[in-house]
Protein backbone atom coordinates (compact mmCIF):
# COMPACT_ATOMS: atom_id res chain seq x y z
CA UNK A 1 0.00 0.00 0.00
CA UNK A 2 3.05 2.23 0.28
CA UNK A 3 3.41 2.83 -3.49
CA UNK A 4 -0.16 2.63 -4.03
CA UNK A 5 -0.99 4.98 -7.30
CA UNK A 6 -3.33 7.30 -5.57
CA UNK A 7 -1.41 7.92 -2.69
CA UNK A 8 1.32 10.49 -4.05
CA UNK A 9 -0.76 13.37 -5.88
CA UNK A 10 1.43 15.42 -8.05
CA UNK A 11 1.13 19.05 -7.58
CA UNK A 12 3.06 21.93 -9.50
CA UNK A 13 3.87 24.18 -6.40
CA UNK A 14 4.55 21.19 -3.82
CA UNK A 15 6.79 18.30 -3.64
CA UNK A 16 5.64 15.91 -0.45
CA UNK A 17 1.62 15.95 -1.14
CA UNK A 18 0.03 12.76 -0.63
CA UNK A 19 -2.79 10.92 0.98
CA UNK A 20 -2.99 8.91 4.06
CA UNK A 21 -5.47 6.42 2.90
CA UNK A 22 -4.86 2.82 2.42
CA UNK A 23 -2.90 1.51 5.29
CA UNK A 24 -4.00 -1.51 7.67
CA UNK A 25 -5.85 -0.24 10.59
CA UNK A 26 -7.40 -1.65 13.40
CA UNK A 27 -9.55 -4.92 12.73
CA UNK A 28 -7.67 -4.72 9.21
CA UNK A 29 -10.29 -2.03 8.18
CA UNK A 30 -8.78 0.19 5.96
CA UNK A 31 -7.71 3.78 6.58
CA UNK A 32 -10.37 5.55 4.23
CA UNK A 33 -8.81 7.54 0.69
CA UNK A 34 -9.06 10.91 0.05
CA UNK A 35 -10.17 12.14 3.71
CA UNK A 36 -6.60 13.05 5.32
CA UNK A 37 -3.76 14.28 3.72
CA UNK A 38 -0.32 15.80 4.59
CA UNK A 39 1.98 18.22 2.52
CA UNK A 40 4.74 20.62 2.59
CA UNK A 41 3.81 24.44 2.50
CA UNK A 42 1.53 25.04 0.21
CA UNK A 43 2.18 28.69 -0.70
CA UNK A 44 4.00 27.33 -3.80
CA UNK A 45 1.25 25.86 -5.39
CA UNK A 46 -0.18 27.23 -8.95
CA UNK A 47 -4.23 27.71 -10.13
CA UNK A 48 -3.87 24.31 -11.64
CA UNK A 49 -2.79 23.02 -7.88
CA UNK A 50 -5.78 25.02 -7.03
CA UNK A 51 -8.25 23.12 -9.03
CA UNK A 52 -6.73 19.97 -7.74
CA UNK A 53 -7.16 20.56 -4.22
CA UNK A 54 -10.85 21.29 -5.43
CA UNK A 55 -11.42 18.55 -7.02
CA UNK A 56 -10.27 16.62 -3.57
CA UNK A 57 -12.68 18.61 -1.96
CA UNK A 58 -10.59 19.54 0.86
CA UNK A 59 -12.02 22.48 2.97
CA UNK A 60 -9.74 23.00 5.69
CA UNK A 61 -5.46 23.25 6.23
CA UNK A 62 -3.87 22.59 9.52
CA UNK A 63 -0.39 24.38 9.20
CA UNK A 64 1.84 23.71 12.19
CA UNK A 65 4.57 26.37 11.09
CA UNK A 66 5.36 29.51 13.36
CA UNK A 67 4.62 32.44 13.14
CA UNK A 68 7.62 33.97 11.16
CA UNK A 69 7.47 30.57 8.82
CA UNK A 70 3.74 31.94 8.18
CA UNK A 71 4.47 35.20 7.31
CA UNK A 72 7.10 34.54 5.08
CA UNK A 73 5.26 32.07 3.08
CA UNK A 74 1.40 33.21 3.02
CA UNK A 75 -0.86 31.53 0.71
CA UNK A 76 -4.51 31.67 -0.12
CA UNK A 77 -6.42 28.47 -1.86
CA UNK A 78 -9.81 29.08 -2.74
CA UNK A 79 -12.54 27.30 -0.50
CA UNK A 80 -9.55 26.14 1.83
CA UNK A 81 -9.54 27.55 5.22
CA UNK A 82 -6.25 27.68 7.27
CA UNK A 83 -6.10 26.71 10.98
CA UNK A 84 -3.25 27.54 13.02
CA UNK A 85 -1.60 25.06 14.89
CA UNK A 86 1.66 26.81 15.48
CA UNK A 87 5.20 24.68 16.43
CA UNK A 88 7.86 27.23 16.20
CA UNK A 89 11.30 25.43 14.64
CA UNK A 90 13.50 25.23 17.06
CA UNK A 91 16.66 22.99 15.36
CA UNK A 92 17.74 25.33 13.04
CA UNK A 93 18.20 28.13 15.95
CA UNK A 94 19.98 25.01 17.75
CA UNK A 95 22.62 24.91 14.53
CA UNK A 96 23.29 28.29 14.58
CA UNK A 97 23.93 28.43 18.62
CA UNK A 98 26.29 25.07 18.14
CA UNK A 99 27.95 27.17 15.18
CA UNK A 100 28.20 30.36 17.31
CA UNK A 101 29.88 28.45 20.19
CA UNK A 102 32.30 27.49 17.58
CA UNK A 103 31.66 23.88 17.19
CA UNK A 104 31.42 21.91 14.00
CA UNK A 105 28.17 21.35 12.85
CA UNK A 106 28.61 18.01 11.58
CA UNK A 107 25.86 15.03 10.72
CA UNK A 108 25.88 13.17 13.95
CA UNK A 109 25.53 16.63 16.05
CA UNK A 110 22.39 17.71 13.82
CA UNK A 111 21.19 14.26 13.99
CA UNK A 112 20.87 14.54 17.76
CA UNK A 113 19.33 18.10 17.38
CA UNK A 114 16.86 16.44 15.39
CA UNK A 115 16.21 13.60 17.71
CA UNK A 116 16.10 15.94 20.22
CA UNK A 117 13.01 17.72 18.19
CA UNK A 118 11.19 14.87 18.27
CA UNK A 119 11.45 13.95 22.12
CA UNK A 120 10.21 17.89 22.41
CA UNK A 121 7.52 16.93 20.01
CA UNK A 122 6.31 13.79 22.47
CA UNK A 123 7.24 15.92 25.53
CA UNK A 124 6.33 19.44 25.62
CA UNK A 125 4.25 20.34 22.08
CA UNK A 126 1.40 18.10 22.53
CA UNK A 127 -1.14 20.91 22.29
CA UNK A 128 -1.07 21.53 18.85
CA UNK A 129 -1.99 18.11 18.25
CA UNK A 130 -4.37 18.25 20.86
CA UNK A 131 -6.13 20.59 18.64
CA UNK A 132 -5.81 18.85 15.43
CA UNK A 133 -7.39 15.35 16.80
CA UNK A 134 -10.06 18.57 18.10
CA UNK A 135 -10.91 19.37 15.06
CA UNK A 136 -10.69 16.08 12.84
CA UNK A 137 -12.99 14.82 15.78
CA UNK A 138 -15.21 18.02 15.21
CA UNK A 139 -15.89 18.11 11.69
CA UNK A 140 -16.06 15.13 8.93
CA UNK A 141 -14.24 16.95 5.88
CA UNK A 142 -11.31 16.16 3.89
CA UNK A 143 -8.47 17.87 5.44
CA UNK A 144 -4.74 18.32 4.57
CA UNK A 145 -2.04 19.32 8.11
CA UNK A 146 1.44 20.53 7.06
CA UNK A 147 4.33 22.55 8.04
CA UNK A 148 7.05 24.02 6.10
CA UNK A 149 8.82 20.85 4.67
CA UNK A 150 6.17 18.50 5.67
CA UNK A 151 8.31 15.84 7.36
CA UNK A 152 8.96 16.48 10.84
CA UNK A 153 5.85 18.46 13.19
CA UNK A 154 3.69 16.88 9.82
CA UNK A 155 5.66 13.64 9.81
CA UNK A 156 5.01 13.19 13.75
CA UNK A 157 1.34 14.64 13.09
CA UNK A 158 0.48 11.88 10.59
CA UNK A 159 2.32 8.39 12.79
CA UNK A 160 -0.28 9.93 15.55
CA UNK A 161 -3.29 9.84 13.50
CA UNK A 162 -2.12 6.39 11.79
CA UNK A 163 -1.19 5.12 15.18
CA UNK A 164 -4.79 6.12 16.63
CA UNK A 165 -6.24 4.12 13.52
CA UNK A 166 -4.49 0.96 14.46
CA UNK A 167 -2.00 1.37 11.89
CA UNK A 168 1.28 -0.51 12.88
CA UNK A 169 4.38 1.05 13.50
CA UNK A 170 6.36 -0.89 10.92
CA UNK A 171 3.93 0.69 8.17
CA UNK A 172 3.77 4.11 9.96
CA UNK A 173 8.02 4.53 9.53
CA UNK A 174 7.56 3.73 5.67
CA UNK A 175 5.00 6.05 5.31
CA UNK A 176 7.38 9.00 7.44
CA UNK A 177 10.36 7.49 4.93
CA UNK A 178 8.56 8.44 2.21
CA UNK A 179 9.64 11.82 2.51
CA UNK A 180 13.00 11.30 1.48
CA UNK A 181 11.60 10.04 -1.92
CA UNK A 182 9.36 12.76 -3.01
CA UNK A 183 10.46 15.71 -1.17
CA UNK A 184 12.61 18.44 -2.83
CA UNK A 185 13.95 20.98 -0.66
CA UNK A 186 14.36 24.65 -2.35
CA UNK A 187 18.31 25.26 -3.40
CA UNK A 188 19.57 28.05 -0.66
CA UNK A 189 21.81 30.68 -1.55
CA UNK A 190 25.34 30.31 -0.40
CA UNK A 191 25.78 28.67 3.12
CA UNK A 192 28.37 28.53 6.05
CA UNK A 193 26.71 25.40 7.03
CA UNK A 194 28.30 22.12 5.85
CA UNK A 195 26.98 19.46 3.53
CA UNK A 196 26.85 17.29 6.02
CA UNK A 197 24.57 19.22 8.17
CA UNK A 198 21.75 20.37 5.45
CA UNK A 199 21.97 16.83 4.66
CA UNK A 200 20.39 15.28 7.76
CA UNK A 201 18.28 18.62 8.06
CA UNK A 202 16.56 18.10 4.88
CA UNK A 203 15.84 14.22 5.34
CA UNK A 204 14.04 11.52 7.56
CA UNK A 205 15.44 9.22 9.68
CA UNK A 206 13.95 6.32 11.54
CA UNK A 207 15.75 7.02 14.57
CA UNK A 208 13.98 10.73 14.42
CA UNK A 209 10.45 8.86 14.92
CA UNK A 210 11.90 6.22 17.29
CA UNK A 211 12.84 9.46 19.31
CA UNK A 212 9.34 10.49 19.62
CA UNK A 213 8.38 6.85 20.17
CA UNK A 214 10.37 6.39 22.92
CA UNK A 215 9.66 9.45 24.66
CA UNK A 216 6.35 8.24 24.23
CA UNK A 217 6.41 5.08 25.56
CA UNK A 218 9.00 5.57 28.46
CA UNK A 219 7.60 8.57 29.72
CA UNK A 220 4.00 8.59 28.91
CA UNK A 221 3.35 4.64 29.51
CA UNK A 222 2.66 4.23 26.21
CA UNK A 223 0.83 5.28 23.02
CA UNK A 224 -2.89 4.53 24.49
CA UNK A 225 -2.12 6.51 27.48
CA UNK A 226 -0.41 9.67 26.08
CA UNK A 227 -3.36 9.89 23.47
CA UNK A 228 -6.40 9.60 26.07
CA UNK A 229 -4.12 12.23 28.88
CA UNK A 230 -2.41 14.23 26.75
CA UNK A 231 -4.20 14.71 23.35
CA UNK A 232 -7.76 14.39 25.14
CA UNK A 233 -8.88 11.87 22.88
CA UNK A 234 -10.97 9.58 24.88
CA UNK A 235 -12.25 5.96 24.34
CA UNK A 236 -15.49 6.97 22.88
CA UNK A 237 -14.03 9.94 20.91
CA UNK A 238 -11.23 7.10 19.42
CA UNK A 239 -14.26 5.17 18.35
CA UNK A 240 -15.43 8.30 16.27
CA UNK A 241 -12.16 8.45 15.25
CA UNK A 242 -11.99 4.92 13.82
CA UNK A 243 -16.04 5.21 12.69
CA UNK A 244 -14.58 8.58 10.19
CA UNK A 245 -11.73 7.37 9.28
CA UNK A 246 -11.51 3.99 8.83
CA UNK A 247 -13.69 1.82 5.82
CA UNK A 248 -16.10 -0.47 7.82
CA UNK A 249 -15.41 -3.81 8.03
CA UNK A 250 -16.46 -6.43 5.07
Not at 13 to 34: C, E, H, K, P
Not at 66 to 82: D, I, T
Not at 96 to 105: F, P, Y
Not at 107 to 116: I, R, Y
Request: hydrophobic fraction near 45%; charged fraction near 25%.
Amino acid sequence: MLHHPDRVIPLSGATNFRDLGGYSGLQGRRVRWRRLFRSDHLAGLKSDDHDTLYRLGLKRAFDFRGVSERAQAAYEVPGLSQVSLAIEPAVVQKMQDVAAAGKTLTGPVVTELMKDLYRGLAAERMTAFAQLFEHLLAVDEPAVFHCTAGKDRTGFAAALILEALGVSREDIMQDYLLTNTLYRHPIPAESKTPAEALAVLWTVQPGFLQAAWDTIDRAHGGFDNFLHRHLGVSPSARELLLQRYLDPLA
